[in-house]
DNA sequence: CCGTTCCATGTAATCGATTTCATCCTTGGC
DNA sequence: GCCAAGGATGAAATCGATTACATGGAACGG
């Protein structure tokens, strides 16, 4: 079965040979093992004269450990977790793992799918931003005894250590606020189907606010079917359709905050005068908006580089705790000016 | 040297004797060769009793396929790029790869990295959307057979087939938008340091704009220090700040684009009433910004699609024609309306 | 000067699968 | 009833590295 190319690719016998030594003396060398002086040049010349770079399919069989680990996210295409994408990635590399992504798409099948390849595929070790509750193969994945840490959202059943961000801080920064600016009737745009994230968001925000004598009824608690654009602006649309409309709405996630701004301005309402919007996560397109929306910002490239060293810590056999790094309010303008309400 | 976590990981030896069976049966039912039905059955009830998952790395090993394909991406937090992954991603999935992905962070010595450890962990093809322009670990890749194939952006001594977007039809069809909506004084924002890229984008738009008696004189092609927002920000200043500023404005990616709004809006200046903007690449945000802004879309998922398709083309030895899938310009409200000009 | 120690190196086992080759049994044709 | 053919299966080689163990020579102490 050649390679189809026609590969090259030199072989640790083809140095030993040029080298004149054995293969496992090769192997000692570029492991900075014993080696005199005198042979191990030669074995570096040999290396160097003929490219030679070591198999890691093979070294990942004998020593079982790949240097590679997984990462699956929920949404590619969502700014929020690429730039998580992006830091665990970055410090992945800077302890020299390699990073193989598996894009779930929020569909608990594909995301199942993905954890079994990555099992397959013996990486060091596992970091999931879960899609969906329930998943038969996470609990698999700790069967397995590959070291997993859970990402930005908790898995129920699943005993791992778990690394996100505590809005308990951000949310009273941000009822305080709201509370300041005069606002009444603020409401919420949840995630789909009680997910533990939303509902720990909705009532963090709803005590937040009774200790401001503000309410957050239910009817102005807005559940989105989907985590996209379009559920955002169609539960804004539901919101403003109230008897007594909100003046101050949070959306929990970027992409449904999107979709609420369209609606507001398909509406001709105006952010802050008519409608105060906040959005979770604070990624950097929401700057640029007009005006700049204020945000509740979690620690996106700590909580990347946490997990990393989270999971390298299960890899070495410890046993890390759960990591609750705080997120913070980041006020801009779209809840109004601070001074005007003074 | 025993696993970590304890794992309890069953291996085709455990299954064989369970079975009752040589290792080689149990390899052929899992691969569906010859076995007959009762020690088939037999087989796959030991599988399925111990949980068993054939190990990759030993697969991969013996195969010299390893079903994985890697993707070395300039910029994982710039959402055009981000796209490009998830189609990548999800053509691969389909079709029973996985993705390895290394984010350059537009930083070539980065990049070189990358390709390395992707070789050394014998992906099957490898997919590079390349930062920078002389690359010496791109060479090295053709050189050891590994199958290349060069995604968006090409690379001038690589003999690889190349999957990008041709820009002719939309810059042509933007010159007539422009020239029909009485723009006479059009600037364009550019890469750096010559990128070929750029440098194609900046000659057909001026082409496509001396067909219509309009110039591009040197003076309005402002390049960029780097990539991203605050670097288009500048150039767009300096544009500004000309004797005759441009009343229309092409950024040659979306990030500079980001910058270059963001320029406007500090000036007071009013897009498209002051200001015409185009920007390359639509990405989602761009619909959502007051006013929307007119784009040239890059056909994104297909080009995702095409390039896995074209990689596995010559993973099967083929060899395979580069492929061009042409951009479209589409209008929205940052050029002006267009009965305004009729 | 001999025996112990230690160090560099080679030989061979090993990781977990696939695959070639050999073997055995069944089946069928004449 | 015998021989060829073919199908199912097992034994063993193989992929390319690492590493336990064996070996041989140098250094060193008594």
Redesign the interface.
């Known amino acids: 079965?050649e390679?189809?190319?026609?590969?090259?690719?030199t072989n640790i016998k083809d140095v030993a040979e040029r080298a004149g030594v054995s293969v496992a003396t090769v192997s000692r060398v570029l492991n900075g093992r014993s080696p005199v002086a005198e042979t191990r040049e030669r074995v570096l010349a040999a290396v160097r004269e003929l490219?030679y770079?070591?198999?890691?399919?093979?070294r990942?069989?004998r020593?079982?450990r790949?240097g590679?680990l997984g990462l699956i996210i929920s949404d590619?295409?969502n700014?929020f977790f690429?730039?998580l994408?992006?830091a665990v990635?970055?410090a992945a590399?800077s302890l020299g793992y390699?990073?193989?992504?598996?894009?779930a798409g929020e569909r608990p099948d594909q995301q199942d799918?993905?954890i079994?390849?990555?099992?397959?595929?013996?990486i060091d070790g596992l970091l999931v931003s879960s899609a969906g509750t329930g998943s038969a193969m996470l609990s698999?994945a700790v069967?397995?005894?590959?070291?997993l840490v859970l990402l930005d959202r908790t898995v129920p059943g699943i005993d791992a250590p778990c690394v996100r961000a505590d809005g308990h801080g951000a949310l009273t920064d941000l009822a305080a606020h709201l509370a300041a600016l005069g606002r009444r009737r603020p409401a919420i745009i949840v995630a789909p189907g009680g997910t533990p994230t939303g509902d720990e968001r909705l009532e963090l925000f709803r005590t937040a606010l009774a200790a401001h004598g503000i309410a957050l009824p239910d009817e102005r608690v807005g559940a989105t079917l989907d985590l996209q654009?379009t559920g955002g602006r169609r539960v804004m649309s539901d919101l403003l359709d109230l008897p007594e409309p909100p003046d101050a709405v949070l959306a929990t996630d970027n992409l449904m905050a999107?979709g609420a701004?369209?609606e507001l301005?398909a509406r001709g309402l105006r952010v802050p005068d008519d409608v105060a919007l906040v959005v979770y996560d604070d990624v950097?397109?929401f700057r640029?908006?007009?005006p700049p929306l204020t945000a509740i910002a979690q620690p996106t490239r700590d909580l990347g580089r946490a997990a990393v060293h989270t999971l390298l810590e299960?890899?070495?056999?410890r046993r890390p705790d759960s990591v609750l790094l705080p997120a913070r309010l980041v006020p801009r303008r779209s809840c109004g000016e601070s001074r005007a309400a003074d």
Do not use: F, K, Q
């Open positions: 079965m390679r189809a190319g026609g590969g090259l690719m490219g770079r070591p198999n890691n399919v093979a990942a069989l020593t079982a790949t590679a590619l295409t700014p690429t730039e994408a992006d990635e970055d590399r390699s990073l193989v992504i598996g894009n799918d993905y079994r390849t990555l099992l397959d595929r013996r698999e069967a397995s005894g590959t070291p654009h999107l701004m369209d301005r950097p397109w640029h908006t007009d299960c890899v070495e056999g």
